[in-house]
């Protein structure tokens, strides 16, 4: 039974580009949420979404944005992208009957 | 507003009992969270506890819920080197369906 799972693992971008990365949440899991973590702070959340609609976000400028699609896997996007925005990308995925957050291995985000 | 503070460092001699303290300011809160961070990887599940208990132990981890003070604990009995980690405390409010974070206490085992 696979976790979750993000990609990539690692990103180097410059400023401006744009990215996207993306998650596979447990089989049977219909929840997916991201965070961002920078270092040595703890994660703080972006989006949630369920059955393909956000049902939360966090305070994070419209440059973030994300999607669910039908088979639950998701994308977070960000574009005009800062030196502020690297940071470790988490993914959870979201199910089981109390709801408990399980996370992937993150996305490093390196911007230059 | 939402916040969960911890302290953030915490040194105990290996074998000895670790006790990592978070508190946290709304009461709205449903279910609070214990994560384990090692380096350079993701968010580790250690355990949890329902906003209507205050105990609940997990081999050796005990976690203390003080609903009125709003302080959670997590006792780690027999510390081990490879306890070594930086833990979150997590409380999850119902009302926005997320999850707010600690900043984290990076433990460190002392031999």
């Known amino acids: 039974d696979a976790g979750v799972t993000q990609s990539p693992t690692h990103l180097i971008k410059t400023r401006g580009q744009h990215v996207t990365l993306r998650c596979s949440p447990i089989s049977g899991h219909k929840s997916v949420s991201w965070y961002q973590q920078v270092l040595g702070q703890g994660p703080q959340f972006i989006f949630q979404?369920?059955?393909?609609?956000?049902?939360g976000r966090g305070n994070f400028p419209d440059r973030f944005s994300a999607r669910q699609f039908p088979n639950y896997s998701s994308e977070l996007n960000v574009n005009a992208l800062l030196l502020g925005d690297s940071a470790l990308y988490l993914c959870?995925?979201?199910?089981?009957?109390?709801?408990?957050?399980?996370f992937g291995a993150g996305t490093r985000l390196s911007v230059l | 507003g939402e916040d969960v503070e911890q302290s953030l460092f915490l040194s105990v001699r290996e074998g000895d009992s670790s006790v990592i303290n978070c508190t946290y300011t709304?009461?709205?809160?449903?279910?609070l969270y214990w994560y384990k961070q090692e380096p350079g990887a993701g968010l580790q599940l250690l355990t949890y506890?329902?906003?209507?208990?205050d105990m609940k132990q997990d081999q050796r981890l005990t976690v203390l819920l003080n609903k009125k003070d709003k302080h959670l604990s997590l006792r780690i009995a027999d510390t081990q080197t490879g306890d070594s980690a930086i833990y979150f405390c997590a409380v999850v409010y119902s009302s926005a369906s997320k999850i707010i974070f600690g900043s984290g206490t990076r433990l460190s085992i002392r031999p």
């Open positions: 979404y369920y059955e393909k609609e956000e049902r």
């Open positions: 709304d009461s709205s809160s449903t279910y």
């Open positions: 959870a995925s979201v199910g089981g009957a109390k709801n408990i957050q399980y």
């Open positions: 506890i329902f906003s209507n208990m």
